[in-house]
């Protein structure tokens, strides 16, 4: 995405599991509290995972559910594109991976990645098109297994579709990876990509869970990209939302 003149432009991105709108232990809906901390956050390109698409049960008998899906209900007028990969379905409805962007999305696409019927994965693969079509940005955002075995083999399909991205164009990868044995990262170089919290930390962020974060689940990769830095965010008001902190970073592509 670079302005004619080839200067780099600075993309601010986000990645948070919003845990379908509710708090840890789905103790309460605050879907509309986590619109305007995002909001608040001003991202270009938002990579959501455990999204609803819709939950009827849910929307019978909650005040405050909105009458779109959750990933439009959190775009709204702001992110004028977005791109929502279903990954679960049951009786009551879905959920998947998202990503919002205020540039357009020309393509995406949905990879199921679930290895057995009882734990559905995916990974949503979006092409950004900078306005002055002059380069194409890669959005791949990630929701991998809970076992790490499962993990090894989503991985291997993570890097097959990274390296089907054409030769120069930047690719971010972000999303919650379940990674808490950090064993993703030495496969993950193994395709070019670069952890960005990692790169200017020495070692991936704690992000889970929100009250009092232990363990490194979520994480942003970047691929072919100028520059990376990650953003300081303060905790409140994100550790009451969801159970997963969120990550933001901004790369100059």
Known sequence: MRERSG?????????????????????????????????????????????????????????????????????DTIWSDFAYGRNAVYPAGHHGNAVLSKYPISTYENHDVSINRHEARGILHCVIESPDRDLRLHAVCVHLGLRETHRRQQLRRLCELVHSVPDGEPAIVAGDFNDWRLKASGHLRDCGLVDVFAAAHGRPVRTFPARCPLLQLDRIYVRNVARHRPVAMARRPWNTLSDHLPLVAEIDV
């Open 7 to 75: 200067t780099p432009r600075t993309v601010k991105v986000l990645t948070v599991n919003v845990h379908k709108g509710f708090t840890i232990f789905n103790r309460r809906f605050i879907l509309h509290e986590l619109r305007e901390a995002i909001r608040s956050t001003a991202p270009d390109v938002i990579f959501l995972q455990e999204v609803l698409g819709e939950h009827h049960r849910h929307a019978a008998r909650l005040h405050g559910w909105p009458t779109t899906s959750h990933y439009e209900f959190l775009a």
